[in-house]
């Protein structure tokens, strides 16, 4: 398992620097372009995973996929799914907490997709800024991932869902897609040690979000994923 674990970690790190590098180049062309760029460099890092560590993974729910744009909800348990939902979605950028933008190489490549980079400690102005900024990308038909947990959860229970993806959904009406999947258990948080194994991911239904809450939104798309949870996880659980 280590030395599997090294040879892929190094394979990350080459394809990183070549890939973030690169992507700078691509800032003075449409966005679709890197959106498709950095979509190639996420496949890699999961196919090599796959073919390194044994992490395989499957997807249902793929036609619950509306056309573009769109706000994502998706579980995070691990380093995989940002690199997997490039893969599954297209044309998307995510809310990161700005200091991602400053590792070297790595932040290059996130800064290249238009990310909403916000100060988790500043309360209130980062929620603004969630909902100022991503009105914006949405309009221009990049859709936006939000992790509600905030961090990196437990693959074993839930973290406290986080209300600023309700409040820019129901300020903006875009449908929410939430996404389950189990990928802590093959990848774990804070480990370098990747297990083989299958990662579970669930595409719900689109969340209609006109003329509700945020409260009602984050209820809905909580109460789907977390539903989802001990089906495709059997150390999971709610309590």
Not at 1 to 19: D, E, K, N
Not at 28 to 39: E, G, N
Not at 152 to 165: D, E, M
Request: proline letters at 6%.
């Amino acid at each position: 398992m280590l030395i599997r674990s090294t040879f892929f970690s190094v394979a990350m790190i080459l394809l990183t620097i070549i890939f973030a590098t690169s992507s700078v180049l691509l800032r003075p062309f449409p966005f679709i372009l890197t959106s498709w760029y950095l979509r190639i460099y996420a496949y890699l890092v999961i196919n090599s995973l796959k073919l390194i560590c044994g992490v395989q993974y499957e997807i249902q729910g793929r036609d619950n996929i509306p056309a573009a744009p769109y706000i994502i909800f998706s579980k995070h348990q691990s380093t995989w799914e940002p690199y997997a939902l490039q893969i599954i979605f297209l044309k998307i950028c995510y809310v990161v907490k700005r200091e991602l933008l400053f590792i070297p190489f790595f932040g290059w490549g996130l800064a290249a997709m238009r990310p909403i980079a916000i100060d988790r400690g500043s309360g209130k102005k980062a929620v603004d800024q969630i909902i100022e900024q991503g009105k914006q990308r949405l309009h221009q038909g990049i859709s936006i991932v939000i992790f509600p947990e905030g961090t990196r959860t437990s693959a074993t229970k839930p973290g406290k869902y986080k209300i600023g993806g309700a409040l820019l959904a129901a300020a903006s009406g875009y449908p929410i897609i939430p996404v389950a999947h189990n990928a802590g258990e093959c990848w774990p948080r804070g480990s370098f040690l990747k297990r083989a194994g299958t990662v579970h991911v669930r595409i719900g239904p689109a969340i209609v979000t006109t003329g509700k809450s945020a409260e009602q939104i984050q209820a809905e798309a909580r109460g789907w994923i977390e539903a989802q949870m001990p089906l495709i996880s059997r150390d999971y659980t709610q309590a």
